[in-house]
């Protein structure tokens, strides 16, 4: 069965990339050829894992890491919701050049090593013998591509190379000194440079050259292209490129990869498979080459599916279209005798339910309403934050406003506490002060221009839990007479519209990263994401330069600028920490996104049978990668030699 899921490697394809073995001198155990590759090396379709390595891999000492060495073997069973998720194996996967280790230390991984020069300098050195998944070799010209060929091409890239790259303003030298060395070098210091390569979205400053040049008008014969061009109905080679060039979407079957799976489903399906990839760079320390599992197969299914699914024992590792509210029905479920336990992980948000008040909102009356500080103090202090946790967290999260969380070094209870407390009288009183004093009959205020004080808070629909907190928010704002009215959209719908200006106001999480370090950069939290909901065009000014969107103009926000650039130019990390602490306190006096609660438990699915999943693990976007930072290449099942 699995043998017909296995991508194509053939004799050639493996054999004429090949370099010189491994150097004697390399201490590393001996190697072992797992079961699920033995045909094709048998058959010499697939050389031996002796020359699919790197002269140095990544050896995982699993004892060291309190965790078992595994066997390798099975199939892994994992759901998500929309056909797009399937990226999720990139997150998942977590193979960075740059990563984050167990303790959220930034360690090489892909990279056999790295240096920083005073964050201006930074050399990239490569493993020898490194092969993408289908034996090509990974080398600096990876690299080259990317940034010549790539970023810098106009067709390709219209905006140019991404903004993480800019260093007051310039781009980097990036120079390639020989087949395993890449260097970028900055005028100005680049602090964000290296955590951006870890991040659970990576950047991918390398693309698979040998590949992608077939693609491409510099380098592909010119009918040969035109007619593959034509034969996919798409407008140019450009666009084709393009189309090729997912690897993130990871929804190319054909592009190879340097993550622990390989895509091996060729357009959309119901259930995606993944096969582990025979040129994977992590071995364990018996010589075991990485990831244990064999295959992980992805279904897609409906949203209100995956906890009753996961109930059901269909899936072996779940967290992703789980929340608080399931946790009753999974526990009754493994009770019931389910094979499988739910086990309550910490959450890495700073915030699991925030209201953005829209500071860009098209609407001028309400723009200057809710542009009034006093305005979005009131409607925090109008929240029963302990009724929330009560009534649907059972008192297991943490009330308070949107701040970081107690295990980043920047965590100040009084932040946490900021307008938080439930006040409606103090809440009434700002906004009378903020000259919103007359009402209807019915108590409900009005606007300076006459209109009902009627916020249109808009979410994406995903989250029962959202809805049912609004709930609540609906009748405590009532008392300082706001009328809340909620409207579930879609996700991508929602994001247009606040972006656009036409959304009022929209719930989501808070700040992704709520556990940020001295090294973090603080971009996030200043005026310089369009994925700010609170702020959206003047993310969108910053993002495209000037060319869009509106500049901030407000003092606060124009301060948290300032500091975002003194963060970018510190020499120091007290410089550093210094300009993270006072952006903080400016978020916490100014309200910009309305916190509800924090450190909410996240329900994980885990079947009986997997092994080296953490009873105690952090489920975060970034830094994290949900289950990434956990190396799922280091999970197995019990039973997998079996049989």
Known sequence: MLKSIRPSLTLAAAFALLTALPAAAQQIPPLQEGAFWQQEVDSNSLPP??????????????????????????????????SKDIRQMVVYGYARLIGYDENYNLVADILESFENEDNRVFTLRLRKGHRWSDGAPFTSEDFRYWWEDVANNELLSPAGPPDFLRAGGELPEVSFPDEHTVV???????PNFLQSLAQARPPFIYRPSHFLKHYHGDY??????????ADNRVKSWASLHNKRDNMYKFDNHELPT????????????????????????????????LPYIDVVEMEIVAPGLVAAKSNAGESDLQGRGLDFRDISILRKGESEGGNYVTLLWRTGVASQIAIYPNLNVADDVWRSVLRDVRVRRALSLAIDRATINKALYFKLAKPGAMSVLPSSPFFDENN???WSDFDPEQANRLLDEAGLDKRRPDGIRLLPDGRPMELVIETAGERQEVENALQIVTDTWREVGVKLVMRPLD???????????????AVWFGWDNGIPQVYTSPDYIAPRQQEFFAWPK?????????????????????????LAEIWDSAETDEQREAAWREMLAIHADQVYGIGILNEAPQPIVVSKRLRNVPEAGMWAWDPGAHFGVHRPDEFFFADAGDG
């Open 184 to 190: 970028y070098s900055w005028k100005n210091p680049n």
């Open 220 to 229: 592909a014969e010119a009918d040969a292209l035109a007619e593959i061009v």
């Open 491 to 505: 996700r991508d719908i929602l994001r247009n519209r606040v972006y656009s200006g036409n959304s009022m106001a």
């Open 416 to 418: 946490r506490a900021a």
């Open 49 to 82: 894992v002796q020359q699919r390595l790197p002269e140095n891999p990544v050896v995982v000492d699993m004892s060291a890491k309190g965790r078992e060495f595994g066997t390798p073997g099975g199939t892994l069973s994992t759901m998500v919701t929309r």
């Open 258 to 289: 340097l993550q622990p799976w390989i895509n091996s489903s060729a357009g959309k399906k119901i259930r995606h498979l993944f096969v582990r990839n025979p040129y994977y760079h992590r071995i364990d320390s018996k010589g075991v080459q």
């Open 538 to 562: 003047w993310g969108q000014h910053f993002q495209t330069n000037g060319d869009a969107g509106e500049a901030p103009d407000m003092p606060e926000p124009q301060r948290l600028m300032e």
